[in-house]
Structures are given as C-alpha cells and as structure tokens.
C-alpha cells in the first residue's frame, strides 16, 4: 500500500528538515525521507558557522544580504542552538592592507554592522591571536550547532503533524504522464527493529520497498540532487566540492577567527563547546559518496592558521572530516575554480524548466540561509497547491528555546555538577526538566561532554538504536577521547529497550563512525590516546575476535569448580 | 654530583619495574626513575604471553611463538627466554595470580567478550569460560560502563559452555559518579554507608538478584587491598563463587598490581623515584655518561653505568610522532616507519594498523640499534613497549613482551657492569 501525502521531502539535511517545519506550520501534509540518520549529509558535516554575511560581502553583496537576515532570525528563535560569539576579521603583515577598508565598506553597503579594532583590541578578545595581527574587522558571525538545529526543526514539524522518516533511501522516482507522482524508497526496518540494518555509513539501505504517492515531490538532497535529479531522467548541474575540517581539543579562541583576505582556503577558526573547527578547503569532487580524504589537507589547515593563532602549531587535533557543498552552477556558466561557484541559492520548478510537473529542486545556498531556502520553497508548493497559508517561521521560536530561566532552575534541582547540568540544559532547551526528572541515579556517561544518562536514554527513546544520531543529540562520544573510554558506556544504554544483536551492531557502527575522523588526527597525544582506545578494545577486550573456540582447550589454570 | 647507581632504569612500568627486579636479583644497586604513572593503571591487570597469531586465537603460547615475524621481541629473546622469564616472575606474584605455563585462559570481561591471557589474578579465577558452571553477572547501577545483563546477553551470543543471566543492584549510600577506586577504597575499609558496612550492603544487593547460580561475577573493584578476603566473605555470605570481571580504565587490578611490583622493588633494595622526567642525555664515545631529570624547576643528574630504557610505547612517551615522522624522544634512537602518515592506520577500527608496531629494534643484548644496524649506545638497552614490532593489543602480548625483555635486559645490563 502506498504512502499518500501532498507533499514529499527528500534529504534530512538543514534545508529539507527546514521545509518539512515550513510546509507542516502552514497546514500542508508533509512526509520527509533521509537515507541515513538526519544530518547524514553535508549538514552534520560542516564548520558550524553561522555566518554574519561579512564573508561574502564583497564579492557576493546577494548571499551577504541573505546571511545576516537570517542570522538576526536565528539568533531569535534558535537561541539554545547558537553561542553569539561573534567574529573577527583579523589583517596580517602579508595581507593588503587596503582590504580592510574595502571589507568594511563593503559591509556596511550591505548591512552588516561593524567595529574595526587595532591588532593591540583584537587580542583583547581573542588572547591567543599572533602578536603580529595588524587590525581586524569585529562582525556578527556566530557557532552554531547544525545538529540541535535540525532536530529542533524536526520535532516542531512532527509537532504539526509531519513525518521523517531517516534511514530511508529513494531508489526511484515515478513519472506518470509528464509529472511526478511519487518515489519508491528502501526503509531499514525502523528504529527498534533495526537488526543489523546497515545505516548509510555502511552502504546502501537495504530493508523494504515502500511506495510513496504524493501531489509534488521536493528534492532537498543537496549534494546528492543531480543523483535524484537523475532518477527523474533530468540533468541538475550539481558540482560537489568538498572542504576539509579538523577538531582541536580545546577551544583555543572564543570568537571566530578569520583571515582578512580576498579568498583562500584554511582561513577560518569557529569555536564550539569545548572544541573549536578548523577550516577549509575547497576542491571540487565527482562522487560525493567516494572521494580522497588527505592527511596533507589536515596539515595545510594547520600550518596556515597558525599563522593567526600561532599555539595551533602545538595543539592536539582530535579528529578531522570532510563534507560536500552542494554547489549549483546555472546552465552555460563553466566555472573551473570551485570557490568562484556562487553560494546563492537556486530553487528549480523542473515543470518550467523540464516540462515535468510536480517536481522542484532547492540546491546551493548555505546552511545560514536555510529558514530563507525553505521559505521561498514553501511559497512556491503552496502557491501550486493552491494552499493559501503565510509562512511564520521567522517569528515562532524552535522546540526548546522558551523559557531559558527554567533551565537555570534544572541546575539546583536536579543537583548535577555544574558543568554537566548547564551542558544538559543547553542540549535539552525546555524539555530538561521532563528529561532530568526521574528518581533514577543518573551518572555522566561521556565525562569529556558531560552526558548523562538520562540524555542519552532521552535520546535512544527518540533515534532508536542509531548511536551515531544519539551522538549527534547528545555530544557524548565527542570529546577529547573520542570515544575511547566511553563509546561502550553509551552502548549500554541500548540495552534491554533492544536487544543484545541490535545493540552490538549500533556500537560497532558508533566506533566505525569515530574512527573515520579520528584516524586523520593520528600523531601527537591523540595518537596516544588512539592507542590507548585501541588496547582497550583490543588486549583488554578482545572486542574484534570472533571465534567459536573450543572452550576445553582454553582452561589455563581452572580449578575443578566442585 | 651525580647520584651513582650500577643500573639506571628510565620508566617506571611494568617493564622498567621488572628490569630493575631482575637487575636487583642479579646482585647491582638499581634506581628506577619514572616520569608519571605507567600504563599499568591503564591495563586490565591480566598477563598475556601471546593470545593470537595472524588473528588466530593459540592455546599453547610458547608453542605460538615459533610464528612471530622476524622483527617481533619475541623472534630476538626466543622461546625459552620468554618461558624462563614468565616462570621467574611468577615467583614474584607469589598467590596473587594463578594460570597454567602452556595453556591460555579466556577470561570473560565487563564487556561481554571473553579474552585471552596467560596469568590472570586469582580473584577471576573462579570465572573462566572453560568451566560449564551456571553464572550471574552483577553491576551497579551508577557505574555506566557496566551493564551485566547486555555483557550475559553477549556471551550467551558468543556460545560460552554455561548458562549466563546478567543483573543489575543499586546501592543507595553511594554517589552517583563514584569511582572504581574510590569505590575499592570503601570496600577495603569496610566502611559504613547508609547505616550498613558496605560488604554486608553488597553481600545483600547481590543476594536480592541470585537465584542459585554457582557462581557470580562481578566488575574489578572489590578493593585494592585484600581482594581475597572480599570475595571469601561475599563467596560465603552468597554460597556461591564469587569472581572479578576484567575493565576498561581505570583498572583496579592494574593498581594492585603496581603496589604487588612497588613492594617488590621494595624489599629489593630498589630505590624509586617518581614523578621526575628524564629530558637530557650526555654521551660520549658511544657510551652514556649520565642524564638528567627535571623536579620542581631544577635539573637532577643521575649517572650509572648500564641504562634501561623501558619509557614505554605511545601510551607510556616511549615513542612519539609529530605529523610526519616517529621518533623514541629521549636518545633519538632509530624508529622505522612507513613514510607516508596515510599509511600509519587502516581505515577501520579492527586494523591491521602500523601504528602499534612502532618502536625502536634491538639486537640481541636488548640494544636499540640504529638504521646500520649498530647499537645506539653499547650500555643503553630497552625493554617493553618502547620497543617495535609486536601488534600488542591484537596479540594479547603487552605483558608478556614487558617481562621478558624487562627481565632480559635487567640481566644483561647487571652482567655487563664494568666492576
Ligand atoms: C566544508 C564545508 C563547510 C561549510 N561550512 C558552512 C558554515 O560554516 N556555515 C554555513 O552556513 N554553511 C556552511 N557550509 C554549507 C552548508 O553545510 C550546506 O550548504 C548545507 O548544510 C546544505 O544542506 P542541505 O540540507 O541542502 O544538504 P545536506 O545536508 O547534504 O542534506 C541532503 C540529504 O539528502 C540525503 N540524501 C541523498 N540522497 C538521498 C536519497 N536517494 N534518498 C534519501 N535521502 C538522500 C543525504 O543523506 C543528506 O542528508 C559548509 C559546507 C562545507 C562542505
Ligand atoms: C589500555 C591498556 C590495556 C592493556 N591491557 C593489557 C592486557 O589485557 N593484557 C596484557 O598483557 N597487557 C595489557 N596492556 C599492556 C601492559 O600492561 C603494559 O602497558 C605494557 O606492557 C607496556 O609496559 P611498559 O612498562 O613498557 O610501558 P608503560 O607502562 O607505558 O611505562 C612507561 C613509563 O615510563 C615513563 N616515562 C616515559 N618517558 C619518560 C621519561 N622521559 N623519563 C622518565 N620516565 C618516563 C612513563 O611515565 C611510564 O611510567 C594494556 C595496556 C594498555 C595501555
């Protein structure tokens, strides 16, 4: 039996999960499918910079303008996902000095505020800063947590009657006369019931076919959108460029950090938590799902920025990842230089373009922008649907933002160590207390984050046995060990709501996952503490045998039992 | 002036421990200076001689040695030197630990997995998966990294030869993030907590989940003092064999063992400095004069006449790397490696990796050697993971290879001794 609905969204990124919010608040019913868990994509892989537009404010004033909108919007009703930590701009002996001026002007052209600040004022804010910094640019920018913010965007969604479905893979779209009519996807067999259904991290869903019928089909996928594009037998230029990014173990700014310069790579430094990002890069890749990921780009990352904040140079990186921008070239511009792409985004109605109704692409742009994205998205649906609704999520706060005094209270109440009880309170908004509140002991689980759980649990309850997106809700795993002492503790929390099959397979998956990042921030006292992770799983555990020995002839020493 | 002793050893762990024992044991005045606390606290206390070749688990680890590549400690000490020097140790561990010379055990652990190993201390005696006796597993509730019924549930799905039920006990007295030490500590003591003495408390929690299974493991905290005595009463108390399970750190049986080895060194006459890193080395005519610990700011001398250098592997400082290249830090001894950081690790978790191999090669006098093959400094010598060549957590051989190079190089140096 298919599944109707008016509309379908495919991909759990930022903009998908944005417009599943938009479509469900205006009274549309809105299905949303993910083939991993949400944020599987570039979203869950990206610096976490909520931009102020100043980035872009000379050489793209449009994407600019959209940028510091929506990072006003944002900083209202997604407070508890964004730490206002602002920006800077910062000039070196190397770099034309003029520019400074030029960014500034520029800017303000734009209307984005700004202070300029001698080298001696910028170190007052960012102590660590090189002593050789000239002047620098204050500007807006913030860290944002991509994670919380598309799970908040979700919740409101089912909230007003949406479904998200994550693990679910759109294998083919139907075409029925010259309009889309719906998807076939794969489904693993859904949280709870997970077996050992692989997630995407490990290839392709398999599991059950399920049809979905639906009045307009959105492709949301973003660097994948040529792919589903594709699948409609329509061509969508997509060009994927990836970027590098690389996690330090202490969070050596508390402002973001940029290089005042025209462009380039490895320029920017964003605080989060009790990390701070380095990045990027920017090059272009034919596969977003295969592509080279280099240590010599985590070096460059490195070796650059250090420039700016020169303890970089000694500190400990802890694990490095790559995503994938999804960039959109129009037709007929045959850009080489990947960074000369531009981030605008580009809402395609393929019935105008292709001649194919009941199907729209909403490609590029950035994570900033994506409340913009799904808005412009919306307005288009509903105006097909004849759906007459205006759109408020400008104004309504996200799940979890109301009412921060409350937190504050959870502090004392729930009689938690400090740090942990304010890390608790800032992950679960205004649903602390409803979590928090058992008789239950409560031990911090992940002691680097300071998880407890009562989180995790909160967390399970609601991702199923998919550690990965409890990590993602949670910050446990996340820290300096990376897992090593704490990814079995987390496991636990499986345990009996799934059984023992389910549970080992979604820890394994979990370990998968941190390795991936961690093995490219392999020297140092991380490849210390990797060792150590690696003892432990295997002299201590001998997690990775699996034998069926004869047991009779392993009784070194046994005493006759009776 | 420099304090003067026969033998410095450089690392405090278990393989510096054993060779200043054996060094001691050989008739010279030994001091081991040691920078921070070993790998040891780390460690599950178990002593692995070698568990698995090429991923195949061995019963017999003498007979598996024979299959060690070339450049493996064992493949330089040989057989009969591991053996000589396991059967030596044991006589330091005295009761403490038990396990047979020719058959590996499988001990089952906190995470529901069963490990190899050669010596095990005997308060897990009573838990080896060989024995077909029924079992139950206990945790406490506010100890997240245990959860007995998913590990029961695990070694049902691994096919152990007895039937294994997990349960879960809450102790009210006890704060909510306790540590395992601090928890062995309350043991030892016997203190009172929640108008009851803590054994007695456990004795009951434990009693409210058993359903007369023979035997109730339970994780490595029951004190760090008199495990034996603990495990007696609850044993007693129960009517059933009570065991400890194996953990991830912090390990309690891994302290227990370094206060076995500290008073060891002890009653040998051995003199321990703790807390004073190493960082200057003078040499001279291919010899080491004498180097030099930093403490509080000033700069201590130590000469002797033969050096250990039992610093460790990645864990311990042994061996380091920056982004490009691996190096052991303190006389620059000669490291080989794969050129390329891409190839230092595989792309998943399980391996096979060459980061765990990394350390520097030695002849058969237990000297590191330099790329042409000529001893670093002829009275420098390294034991234990500061050495190269062996995959130690995938072979479950970290102990093993500690003891016989640490007893190795000990002698040697102790012979060497220009008197
Ligand atoms: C290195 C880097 C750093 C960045 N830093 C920033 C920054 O600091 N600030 C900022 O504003 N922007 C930043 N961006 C840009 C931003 O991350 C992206 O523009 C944004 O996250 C894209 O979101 P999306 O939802 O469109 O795409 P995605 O998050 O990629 O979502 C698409 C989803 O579709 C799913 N999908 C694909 N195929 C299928 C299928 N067949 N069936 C079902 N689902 C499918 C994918 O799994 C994926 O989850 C950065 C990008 C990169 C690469
Ligand atoms: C997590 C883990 C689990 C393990 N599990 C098992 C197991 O189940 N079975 C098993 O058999 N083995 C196990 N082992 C291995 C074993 O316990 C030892 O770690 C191993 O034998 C290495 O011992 P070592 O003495 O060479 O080094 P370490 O124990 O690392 O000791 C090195 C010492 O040297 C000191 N040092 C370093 N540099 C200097 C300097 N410049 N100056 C002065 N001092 C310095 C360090 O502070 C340290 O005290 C495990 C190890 C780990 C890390």
Redesign the pocket.
């Known amino acids: 039996m298919p599944v109707h609905t008016d509309v379908l969204v495919i991909g759990g990124g930022s903009t998908g999960c944005g417009l599943a919010r938009d479509l469900a608040r205006r009274g549309v019913d809105v299905v949303l499918l993910e083939r991993g868990h949400l944020t599987q994509g570039t979203t869950g892989r990206m610096h976490g910079l909520l931009h102020s537009g100043a980035r872009y404010a000379d050489t793209d004033p449009e994407s600019a303008r959209a940028c510091i909108a929506e990072n006003r919007i944002l900083k209202r009703i997604a407070a508890h996902c964004i730490e206002p930590t602002g920006g800077l701009f910062v000039s070196l002996p190397d770099d034309d000095p003029s520019y400074v001026e030029e960014k500034r002007d520029a800017c303000a052209a734009c209307g984005i505020p700004t202070t300029v600040l001698t080298g001696a004022e910028a170190r007052e804010r960012a102590p660590y800063l090189t002593p050789a910094a000239e002047a620098a640019i204050a500007v807006p920018d913030a860290a944002i947590d991509p994670f919380r913010l598309c799970v908040a965007n979700a919740l409101d969604a089912i909230d007003h009657g949406a479904r998200i479905e994550p693990h679910t893979e759109v294998v083919s779209i139907r075409r029925e006369g010259g309009a889309v009519t719906g998807v076939a996807a794969r489904q693993a067999r859904g949280p709870g019931d997970r077996g050992r259904a692989p997630t995407y991290s490990q290839g392709p869903v398999r599991g059950d076919l399920v049809q979905y019928r639906a009045d307009i089909v959105v492709n949301a996928t973003g660097a994948w959108a040529g792919q589903l594009a594709a699948m409609a037998g329509l061509e969508l230029n997509v060009r994927p460029s990836k970027g590098a990014m690389t996690v330090m173990n202490v969070r050596q700014v508390d402002t973001v950090v940029n290089r005042c310069r025209p462009k380039g790579d490895a320029d920017i430094i964003v605080p989060h938590e009790t990390t701070a990002i380095l990045g990027t890069t920017d090059e272009e890749v034919m596969d977003p799902d295969a592509f080279d990921e280099q240590p010599a780009a985590v070096d460059r990352l490195i070796d650059e920025l250090a420039a700016l904040v020169p303890i970089l140079a000694q500190a400990r990186s802890i694990r490095s990842f790559w995503g994938v921008r999804p960039l959109y070239e129009p037709p007929a511009r045959r850009t080489t230089d990947p960074t000369d792409i531009s981030r605008a985004a580009h809402l395609i109605d393929h019935g105008h373009r292709d001649g194919l109704d009941g199907f729209l692409s909403i490609v590029g742009g950035k994570f900033t922008t994506y409340r913009q994205m799904a808005e412009e998205t919306a307005d288009l649906v509903c105006e097909q649907l004849s759906v007459d609704a205006t759109c408020d999520t400008a104004e309504a706060a996200l799940p979890g933002s109301e009412d921060p005094e409350r937190l504050d209270d959870g502090m004392d109440r729930f009689g938690l160590r400090s740090p942990v009880a304010r890390r608790s309170q800032q992950r679960l908004g205004d649903r602390t207390q409803a979590v928090l509140d058992g008789k239950a002991v409560n031990p911090a689980v992940c002691t680097c984050e300071g998880v407890t759980r009562a989180e995790v649990r909160d967390a399970i309850a609601s991702c199923g046995a998919d550690l990965n997106a409890v990590r993602i809700r949670t910050r446990a795993t996340m820290g300096t060990c990376q897992g090593a002492f704490c990814a079995f503790a987390v496991g636990n929390d499986l345990h009996p709501a799934h059984d023992e099959t389910t549970a080992t397979a979604a820890l394994d998956e979990l370990l998968d996952e941190r390795w991936k990042g961690e093995r490219h921030a392999l020297w140092g006292q991380h490849l210390a503490q990797a060792m150590?992770g690696y003892?432990?799983r295997g002299?201590?555990y001998d997690w990775y045998g699996d034998d069926e020995p004869d047991w009779t002839a392993f009784a070194g020493g046994a005493t006759d039992g009776d | 002036m420099a304090i003067e002793d026969d033998v410095l050893v450089?690392?405090?762990?278990?393989?510096?421990m054993t060779a200043a024992l054996a060094a001691a044991a050989a008739g010279s005045s030994v001091r081991v200076?040691?920078?921070?606390?070993?790998?040891?606290g780390?460690?599950?206390g178990?002593?692995?001689v070698l568990g698995r070749i090429d991923g195949e688990l061995v019963s017999d680890p003498y007979r598996a040695i024979a299959r060690v590549d070339t450049d493996h400690p064992y493949a330089m000490l040989g057989t009969d030197r591991v053996r000589q020097a396991m059967d030596w140790f044991d006589g330091i561990l005295g009761d403490a630990y038990t396990g047979d010379s020719h058959t590996n055990a499988l001990v089952p652990t906190i995470a529901g997995t069963v490990?190899p190993?050669a010596r095990y201390p005997r308060t897990m005696a009573a838990g080896l998966a060989s024995d077909d006796r029924s079992t139950l597993l206990v945790d406490i509730d506010r100890m997240p990294a245990v959860d007995a019924p998913l590990a029961a549930a695990r070694l049902e799905a691994a096919g152990v030869p007895f039937s294994v039920r997990g349960a879960s006990i809450t102790m009210p007295g006890l704060a909510t993030d306790i540590t395992r030490s601090h928890f062995a500590r309350l043991v030892d003591r016997n203190e009172t907590i929640a108008d009851e003495p803590i054994r007695d408390q456990l004795a009951a929690a434990i009693a409210s989940v058993h359903d007369g299974e023979a035997r109730i493991g339970f994780p490595a905290v029951l004190g760090l003092e008199q495990p034996a005595v603990v495990i007696d009463y609850l044993s007693a108390a129960l009517d059933a064999d009570v065991f400890e399970l194996?953990t991830d750190?912090p390990s309690v049986p891994g302290e227990r063992l370094t206060r076995l080895l500290e008073a060891a060194l002890d009653d040998a006459g051995v003199r321990m400095t703790a807390g004073?890193?190493?960082?200057d080395v003078n040499a001279a005519d291919g010899r080491v004069r004498d180097v030099r610990?930093t403490h509080a700011n000033t700069s201590v001398p130590y000469r002797a006449d033969q050096y250990i250098l039992?610093?460790?592997?990645l864990?311990?400082?042994?061996v380091v790397a920056d982004r490009s290249t691996v190096h052991e830090p303190?006389f620059g001894c000669h490291v080989s490696q794969p050129a390329d950081r891409a190839d230092w690790y595989a792309d998943t978790p399980a391996g096979p990796h060459a980061f765990p191999r990394f350390g520097v090669h030695t002849d058969h006098e237990m000297r590191p050697l330099e790329a042409d093959g000529m001893p670093t400094f002829v009275n420098l010598r390294a034991?234990?993971?500061?050495i190269g060549g062996a995959d130690?957590p995938a072979q479950?051989a970290?102990?093993?290879?500690?003891i016989a190079t640490g007893w190795h190089a000990g002698r040697r140096a102790a012979e060497a001794i220009d008197r």
């Not at chain 2, 034991?383 to 500061?386: E, I």
């Not at chain 2, 970290?398 to 500690?402: A, D, E, N, V």
């Open positions: 150590l003892a432990i002299a201590t | 450089i690392g405090g762990g278990l393989a510096g200076v040691s920078k921070a606390e070993s790998s040891l780390h460690a599950s178990l002593l692995d490990t190993t194996p750190p004073v890193p190493i960082v610990g039992a610093t460790g592997g864990v311990g400082g042994g303190l034991a234990g993971a500061v130690f479950h970290g102990s093993g290879i500690s």
